[in-house]
């Protein structure tokens, strides 16, 4: 009954962001500049965290149609097992004894004919015991996707920003 109810939060959670970004704009999509660069949402509401992770598959496997090789099936198949794992992307400060309770990646490069934009897409959810401890979350993914920047809404207690996070910045602050 719990995971239920955790996940019943993470779906609304995930709901109030998408809000946020499409009344916002301020990561809408069809915003050209920002092709290159991976989005990030991240909520916390009480003892939940949940993050939406999208990032364009030229960036994570070097191209954007369906594999034509064993070797570009193989980039997919690993991408997918490294952000299938939430501490490979993101980690919560240790501090507020957070536990994942949801990692899943999947990718439109599975289909037959992906249509552009091609993207793999992640979907996380952690239940903070010490949600108060929790002032920020590392992002080991930055080093798997080695430049690319992350257009970040992050949704917290203190409202909402934006900020774009790239290396050498590997902490989101989550209060400011």
């Given at each position: 009954m719990r995971l239920?109810?955790?996940t019943r939060i993470g779906m609304a959670l995930t709901a109030a962001v998408l809000c946020a970004?499409?009344?916002?704009?301020?990561?809408?999509?069809?915003?050209?500049?920002?092709?290159?660069?991976?989005?990030l949402e991240?909520?916390?509401h009480g003892q939940?965290?949940?993050?939406?992770?999208?990032l364009?598959?030229?960036?994570?496997?070097?191209?954007?149609?369906?594999?034509?090789?064993?070797?570009?099936k193989m980039a997919v198949t690993e991408a997918l097992q490294r952000l299938g794992e939430a501490r490979n992307v993101l980690e919560p400060m240790p501090e507020a004894l957070c536990?994942?309770?949801?990692?899943?990646?999947?990718?439109?490069?599975?289909?037959?004919?992906?249509?552009?934009p091609v993207t793999f897409q992640?979907?996380?959810?952690?239940?903070?015991?010490?949600?108060?401890?929790?002032?920020?979350v590392d992002i080991p993914l930055l080093e798997f996707v080695n430049g690319v920047p992350l257009e970040t809404l992050v949704v917290g207690p203190d409202g909402d920003r934006s900020l774009t996070v790239r290396v050498p910045q590997t902490r989101i602050p989550i209060r400011e």
């Amino acid at each position: 009954m719990r995971l239920t109810r955790l996940t019943r939060i993470g779906m609304a959670l995930t709901a109030a962001v998408l809000c946020a970004l499409l009344s916002g704009g301020a990561l809408a999509a069809g915003d050209g500049d920002r092709r290159d660069a991976g989005r990030l949402e991240l909520a916390l509401h009480g003892q939940a965290l949940v993050a939406r992770l999208t990032l364009p598959a030229v960036q994570v496997v070097g191209f954007e149609r369906a594999p034509a090789n064993d070797d570009e099936k193989m980039a997919v198949t690993e991408a997918l097992q490294r952000l299938g794992e939430a501490r490979n992307v993101l980690e919560p400060m240790p501090e507020a004894l957070c536990t994942v309770t949801r990692e899943q990646a999947d990718t439109t490069l599975t289909t037959g004919n992906p249509t552009p934009p091609v993207t793999f897409q992640g979907r996380y959810a952690w239940r903070c015991e010490n949600p108060d401890a929790l002032l920020g979350v590392d992002i080991p993914l930055l080093e798997f996707v080695n430049g690319v920047p992350l257009e970040t809404l992050v949704v917290g207690p203190d409202g909402d920003r934006s900020l774009t996070v790239r290396v050498p910045q590997t902490r989101i602050p989550i209060r400011e």
